[in-house]
Structures are given as structure tokens and as C-alpha cells.
């Protein structure tokens, strides 16, 4: 019988109370005195409504280089501030993990004009060259490419850098690591033939070009010992045609087979892009979070002027229509990665209501994440388990309110928190908490 979103479950020898994550998300609570009780407002309420595991977001390794959006929380330095939100979510009795990452390519010195400006001295960190539609942008105004091809030597002072940042979150409380393998941060651009183009020991060959995530384990392994260790990884199914080379579905199952040998304990799968475009939030385009004048001076200092600011969201506009974003589109990977490989394997992408979830569970995947609802509803996970009289439209079923429409996300380019700026959304929300949808005695 296949296992409910009740079901427990064992990670890397740790017991999660059930299959209901957090998935990781941008939580932009800065690295400033209101930081903990920031992260303590945003992941509390997931905790105390009954999620199993949350994954606290995209953790940059190092302080000020290798950040993907503005106001990220560092783990390049110890941070025991950090305790009093672990424990705020052990209380619950749920688990909480930390994702550590450097976005390489992708880092804000990269495509954040203000930031740049402000860190003249700083450089992007590059597995090889940029290829080179990359470097094209960069001559049309869309990039700011000044970067540092890793060395050798580079290569493992940066694994040793994530060791660290992992070792931080332990002594911090959190009960496990999650490296940000994909989502066109540096892990997949050492995983990507596009971008991977070394001679070295870390690039060339396809086995070779996964040496630099199996450093990161060793190297994470050598700090905390025997902890619970993920990482999300890609296949880079969603990107646009004309990229080639690029990793198959079928490398990303071999990827999967090499990791579990390697020693993770679970696997999240995604279809990624070569670039950070809407493929990574699949939806609507975001009207009201282009459209509405709170932003629009920030987007023109993070893009570099409103023209460009104009040509981002033009982008977002037709790349809304090119994605699909049927509930679960990482599904299919899921299930060939979990017929491949014995451990764990989490799915997310698109899962919006109760039955979708308990379908994958069992043959898909093992656990279910959800991400931009909880920024709708931070307390969702008091809806989804446990049903009984649930949703008003669909009784058994209880559906999230999140309408993936992006507004959330959009404005986190200036710095902005994530939070549903939706008024169609936050009016069902008032609807369920005045029937007090999201009160619930807690399980441990």
C-alpha cells in the first residue's frame, strides 16, 4: 500500500513525522539584528501547522560573493544566532534543514546592476569561460560579466568553503544539508556540459564533470560526520532547444545512480534550464508584481535601467507561455530517478492540492514539497493533512489558494520578501482563516 502525506519516514537515519515539506525558497530576511526573528515569522507557522521537514533557502557559502538575490542569509561565518529559529521549529517537532549554495554564474554580481556598482571588486566565480550567448548579453547591457575561471586549487578551497558552511548549520541546530544543485547555481554549472568545459579533473567527461559535488560531500561529510545530506540536481529537460550540449533525462538518472554511490541520502530532481528563467517558477505572468509602482524604481536599479527592467519582463511575459506547468511537472524525472536509486527521492514542482500529492507518493517519490504556496498561506499544512471536513469547493480535497501567479517572486529581484501580493489569493485565505481552516492540534 502506498504511504500517506501522514506517513513517517527516515532520512539519512532521522524520522520526519510525515511526507509534507517546505521547499526551499528565497526567504531574503537579510543578514542584519532582525534576521532570526524574520525567519522565525516566515517558518515558524509552516512548523507549527504540521509540516514534516522545512528547507530553509539557497544559504550562500560565502558573505558577500556567490548570493543570488538581494538580502540572503549567510552561513560563510558561525551563526549560534541561528539556534533560537532551529529551536523554534524542533518545538514543533518537525526537522529543519538548511540549503547552502553559490550561485556562480548566476550571483548577483552577474546580473544586479546596484549591487555591482557597490562591489566594484567583486567577481563572478566561472566553472570555464561563459558560453557564449552569456557573454553576448553581457555586450547588449544584460550582463555584467567580470569573472574568475576557477583553478584547480579554486575548485577545492570552494568545497571546502561549503564543508564549512555546512558544519555552521549543524552547530546552528538544523538537522541536515541541502545543496543547491540546481537552478543554474554553481553545482549544476559544474554538472552542465554547457557550462563545463574544463580539462582538469572536474570537468571533461561526463563522470568527470560530477567530481566537483562529490568534493562538496567529502568535504561535508569530513566536518559533520554523519548527518542527513541531499541535494537537488538537474536534468536540463526545460531548456530551449537550440542549447546543446546539454544533460539528458537519462543523464540526470545516471547523475542520481552516481550520487546515491557517492553516499547522499536523498535526491530532489528537477527540469531545469540552462539560464535562470521561468522554468524555475512556472505560472502566470506576474502583472501585479511587474506592473505595481512599489517596485518599479527597484527593478531599474537591479536591471540597470527601466528599458532594461522592460526587456526582463518581456522575457518573463513569453517565457509564461512557453513552460508548462501542469501539477508535479517533475514527476516523470522523480519516477525514473526513483526506480534507479534506493533512497529517498523528494518531489516539487507545481503541487497544489491534497490528492495530487498522495497519487505521486509511493511510485513517484517518497516526499512532497511545496514552495510558493507558503508564501499564500504559511500555515497550509494545516489544510492539506489530516483532512476532514476540508475545502469548501472541494471537500476531501483541499486545494492550495496559491494561483501561480508569480507576484511573489518578481519583486525579491530588489530585495523584496516573498509574500502573496494577490488580492483574489489573500481574500480566500481571510475566507479560511475566519473559518479557522488553520488551527489544528500539533503531531510530533
Not at 325 to 352: K, Q, T, Y
Request: net charge negative; charged share 25%.
Amino acid at each position: 500500500m502506498s504511504p500517506r502525506l501522514e506517513t513517517a519516514i527516515e532520512i539519512g537515519g532521522r524520522r520526519v513525522k510525515n511526507r509534507l515539506y517546505r521547499a526551499p525558497l528565497l526567504e531574503c530576511a537579510g543578514d542584519g539584528p532582525e534576521t532570526v526573528d524574520r525567519l522565525i515569522g516566515q517558518l515558524e507557522p509552516a512548523a507549527a501547522a504540521g509540516a514534516g521537514l522545512l528547507f530553509q533557502g539557497a544559504m550562500p557559502v560565502h558573505r558577500e560573493t556567490g548570493h543570488v538575490a538581494p538580502n540572503m542569509t549567510s552561513l560563510a561565518a558561525p551563526r549560534p544566532d541561528l539556534e533560537r529559529l532551529t529551536d523554534a521549529i524542533h518545538d514543533h517537532g518537525a526537522r529543519i534543514f538548511a540549503q547552502i549554495d553559490h550561485g556562480g554564474l548566476r550571483s548577483l554580481e552577474a546580473w544586479h546592476h546596484a549591487y555591482g556598482e557597490a562591489h566594484p571588486e567583486v567577481r563572478q566565480l566561472a566553472v570555464s569561460e561563459p558560453p557564449r550567448l552569456l557573454r553576448l548579453a553581457a555586450r547588449a547591457g544584460f550582463l555584467d560579466l567580470d569573472y574568475e575561471v576557477l583553478t584547480t586549487e579554486g575548485v577545492h578551497d570552494l568545497a571546502a568553503d561549503f564543508g564549512r558552511s555546512a558544519a555552521h548549520a549543524i552547530d546552528a541546530g538544523y538537522d541536515g544539508v541541502h545543496l543547491a544543485g540546481a537552478n543554474m547555481g554553481i553545482i549544476q554549472q559544474f554538472l552542465s556540459p554547457y557550462y563545463n568545459r574544463r580539462t582538469d579533473a572536474f570537468g571533461g567527461s561526463f563522470e568527470s564533470r560530477q567530481h566537483f559535488l562529490e568534493l562538496v560531500h567529502e568535504e561535508i561529510r569530513d566536518r559533520v560526520g554523519d548527518v542527513p545530506v541531499l541535494t537537488k540536481f538537474p536534468s536540463e529537460a526545460a531548456a530551449p532547444p537550440f542549447v546543446r550540449p546539454r544533460l539528458s533525462t537519462a543523464d540526470g538518472v545516471e547523475i542520481a545512480r552516481r550520487l546515491e554511490a557517492i553516499g547522499f541520502d536523498g535526491l530532489v530532481p528537477v527540469r531545469a534550464s540552462t539560464f535562470w528563467d521561468m522554468s524555475i517558477v512556472r505560472g502566470e505572468y506576474p502583472d501585479r508584481g511587474w506592473e505595481g509602482s512599489a517596485f518599479r524604481e527597484g527593478y531599474a536599479a537591479a536591471f540597470g535601467s527601466e528599458w532594461r527592467a522592460r526587456a526582463v519582463a518581456l522575457a518573463n511575459r513569453l517565457q509564461a507561455h512557453e513552460y508548462d506547468r501542469e501539477a508535479g511537472w517533475n514527476a516523470d524525472f522523480c519516477r525514473r530517478v526513483r526506480d534507479a536509486v534506493s533512497i529517498p527521492v523528494l518531489c516539487e514542482g507545481g503541487l497544489r492540492r491534497r490528492s495530487t500529492m498522495d497519487d505521486l507518493l509511493g511510485d513517484d517519490c517518497d516526499m512532497v514539497g511545496v514552495g510558493r504556496p507558503f508564501y499564500a498561506e504559511p500555515r497550509l499544512p494545516a489544510r492539506l493533512l489530516d483532512t476532514g471536513e476540508g475545502d469548501t469547493d472541494l471537500p476531501n480535497d483541499p486545494r492550495a489558494v496559491c494561483e501561480s501567479c508569480n507576484n511573489c517572486t518578481i519583486p525579491q529581484a530588489t530585495g523584496a520578501p516573498g509574500v502573496c501580493r494577490t488580492p483574489s489569493v489573500l481574500r480566500k485565505r481571510g475566507e479560511f482563516e475566519k473559518a479557522g481552516a488553520y488551527d489544528r492540534a500539533e503531531t510530533r
